[in-house]
């Protein structure tokens, strides 16, 4: 049972043009979310992350919008670049689960054409 | 600043053989320490974690072992490794639980 979900694989994105990551999941003691983005051979880098007592978080270019009621998240990438093409990862927690149980997605690869 | 070392980068073994993947930290003290596996075309799955010495959490039951013998090192074993076992392996820390967690370049084993 997967409890976190990508269901996009691929998103293709001209560059300057906004890319809109997905992820929901299922289990609604997850109260905290993070984005990691991966390039190939190399571990996933943390990108952003977000409390369930906020709806938003923003650094940058990046935004990370989470809807309790629907159990789902997005990032934002704007204006997108080159250089973001990569897999991006969602993953949540729960705090008072097993210590350091991050939960990810299958991840998204994101690719952005010049 | 804090860093992860993972080694090696890549590493083919034979069906039977043992493993012996090596994590250290540094820049960090009593760090939260994670071993995960990346199978091809899958998410992260997290196979062991570590909330200090000799302390070790297994997620997944299988043919894998974790040992942490210091603080800032931590590492994944096998006596005998099996063609299930291949797989893109990552090492992660924390300083807490419920921070983000950050990831090693990960070792490529392909076992044959």
């Known amino acids: 049972d997967q409890q976190v979900k990508q269901n996009s694989p691929s998103l293709s994105v001209q560059e300057g043009r906004i890319s809109i990551l997905n992820c929901d999941y299922t289990n609604s003691m997850f109260d905290y979310f993070l984005w990691y983005k991966k390039y190939p051979a190399e571990g996933p880098t943390f990108l952003i992350s977000i409390s369930s007592i906020k709806d938003k978080n923003e650094d940058g270019r990046f935004t990370v919008f989470l809807n309790k009621s629907a159990k789902h998240l997005s990032l934002h990438i704007v204006p997108s670049q080159p250089g973001d093409s990569a897999v991006y990862f969602c993953?949540?927690?729960?705090?008072?689960?097993?210590?350091?149980?991050?939960?990810f997605g299958k991840g998204t690869k994101l690719s952005v054409k010049p | 600043s804090q860093t992860i070392h993972q080694w090696p980068a890549t590493l083919v073994q034979p069906v039977g053989s043992p493993l012996s993947l090596e994590c250290t930290v540094e820049?960090?003290?009593?760090?939260?320490l994670y071993w995960y596996r990346q199978a091809a075309g899958r998410g992260l799955q997290l196979l062991f974690y570590?909330?200090?010495?000799?302390?070790i959490s297994s997620e997944v039951p299988q043919n894998l072992s974790a040992s942490r013998p210091q603080d800032r090192q931590f590492i994944l074993s096998s006596k005998k490794l099996l063609l299930s076992d291949s797989g893109f392996y990552l090492c992660?820390?924390?300083?807490?639980?419920?921070?983000?967690?950050?990831f090693g370049d990960g070792t490529r084993l392909s076992i044959l």
């Open positions: 820049g960090t003290s009593n760090p939260n």
């Open positions: 992660a820390w924390s300083g807490l639980t419920n921070q983000p967690q950050h």
């Open positions: 993953a949540a927690s729960r705090r008072g689960g097993s210590q350091g149980n991050l939960i």
């Open positions: 570590s909330v200090g010495i000799g302390q």
